[in-house]
């Protein structure tokens, strides 16, 4: 099937597929510590929505340290983060969210949908975290991760480059769908002039996502047979 007559659906992780549990905050914790020396704590820092670059640059600078010593220990850190979450998924409470399974059970038998991602985490930790919940990393065939940019808001188009250059065909936005739990998959979507799904499975309500004017809201992905109605007619 040509992929001008495929939907896209960019799917971002953490909140959205599975609930992580507080991992990216433990696995961040003992990468400071082994890669730069920092055992501050950091609980009351807000992750959601951001990518990983983003969050390790923050931790850093309210543990003191400029962006140019930060920056020369990136790639050890992104590396050291990736062995860390290797050895802690498998044995993690991550839990896969309500719904989730049956959906992408379904969406990886439909000849009519090309599934992404569109997350905040490092492209080294993805496969750990999904197989740690049961999902199967290969239903994703491209997408945009947080190693990519330091801003979330550049991730859907980073990704959507990688589709074109899969199909060696032009994305028609008006087939892309982004699915997440936050205003920031909301923004991020917006920016890129795409649809977007919200779901209130991670720190952010019903109410407090509906004040961004989502394109779509839900609970969560429980209701397949209204997601995959959704799916195949935004």
């Known amino acids: 099937m040509s992929i001008h007559r495929k939907r896209v659906l960019l799917f971002d992780i953490d909140g959205t597929l599975l609930d992580p549990q507080g991992e990216s905050h433990d696995c961040f914790q003992q990468v400071m510590a082994d890669v730069f020396g920092v055992t501050h704590s950091f609980e009351d820092y807000d992750m959601s929505g951001k990518t990983d670059w983003r969050i390790l640059m923050d931790l850093m600078h309210m543990a003191g340290w400029e962006e140019a010593a930060i920056e020369a220990k990136r790639l050890e850190a992104f590396a050291a983060y990736g062995r860390v979450i290797q050895t802690y998924a498998p044995q993690s409470r991550m839990a896969i969210l309500p719904g989730v399974k049956v ?6 038998i439909a000849s009519d949908f090309i ?14 975290k999904l197989m740690a919940v049961g999902i199967d990393p290969g239903l994703f065939k491209f997408g945009g991760y947080g190693g990519d ?9 980073i990704a959507l480059s990688r589709l074109a250059a899969i199909w060696k065909a032009d994305v028609d936005r008006e087939s892309v769908l982004v699915i997440g739990d936050t205003p920031r998959d909301i923004e991020c979507a917006r920016e890129n002039g795409l649809k977007v799904l919200c779901v209130a499975t991670g720190r ?27 799916f195949r007619t935004f």
Request: aromatic share 6%.
């Open 204 to 230: 952010f309500d019903l109410d407090a996502l509906k004040t961004h004017e989502p394109d779509y809201l839900l609970p969560d992905l429980g209701d397949t047979e209204n997601v995959m109605k959704i």
């Open 103 to 108: 959906l992408l059970d379904n969406l990886a």
């Open 115 to 128: 599934l992404g991602l569109v997350t905040g985490n490092l492209e080294v930790i993805v496969p750990h």
């Open 149 to 157: 940019h330091f801003d979330r808001n550049k991730l859907p188009s």
